[in-house]
């Protein structure tokens, strides 16, 4: 018993190292855009410093500047606003609805269920995992899109938070790299926490259907 206890351990200990590059690998870009948002700028521009960790002293200042000397906060409101289901989100949840079984909907009916309550008590939820998974889609699609709002907005008070921290937090040839990373770090927030909440359902979306046993 004693051994086969050790075994599983083992076995445990290797599966997270195995995985310990592919954690590295998802997490570096955060930690390096976190610990670049709190640094000084003699030290950002420096070519003796390391700039994977912090050598002068932690700051807040780019923080500070982004909320004080910026429209970060109506950026990231704008962000919030339009991230709603696109096209592709419609043909992923037509993908899922064909998942539930016909004899399910027919059931219902049966026991006199009419068609709008066999939609909102029967298959909408049997469909949450992929409802969940085409909101994140849509969500995150919307969040992280650069090119079509670099385009056609123009007016600061209606950028998104991705075009409105590159747009003027970069003038010219200067970078202003800690708000720059600052600002990284606060607009990958909300993603980090949507998925964290509604990882499961996220991944049954993608993975599993709406028949149970």
Known sequence: MAGRVRTARLHAALTYVNLAPFV??????????FVTSFKRNAELYSLKSVPFWIQ???????????FQRTE?????????????????????????????PREVEECALVD?????????????????????????FGFTLCWNEFIYALTFVSQSGNKTAVVGVTADLIRGDIYYWGSLMA??????????VIYVWFLDYYVSGLTAGAVKG
């Open 72 to 100: 970060f906060l109506t950026w990231m409101k704008n962000s919030l606003v339009i991230s709603v289901l696109v096209p592709f989100s419609t043909w992923l949840l037509m993908g899922y609805f064909r998942t539930v």
């Open 183 to 192: 600002g990284a770090v606060l607009a990958s927030v909300p993603i980090v």
């Open 56 to 66: 002068t002293g932690v700051i807040t200042d780019h923080y500070a500047y982004l």
């Open 24 to 33: 590295f690998f998802a997490l570096f870009p955060f930690y390096f855009m």
């Open 112 to 136: 006199g269920a009419s068609r709008v309550q066999t939609l909102f008590r029967i298959v909408l939820p049997m469909a949450v995992p992929g409802l969940v998974c085409a909101a994140l």
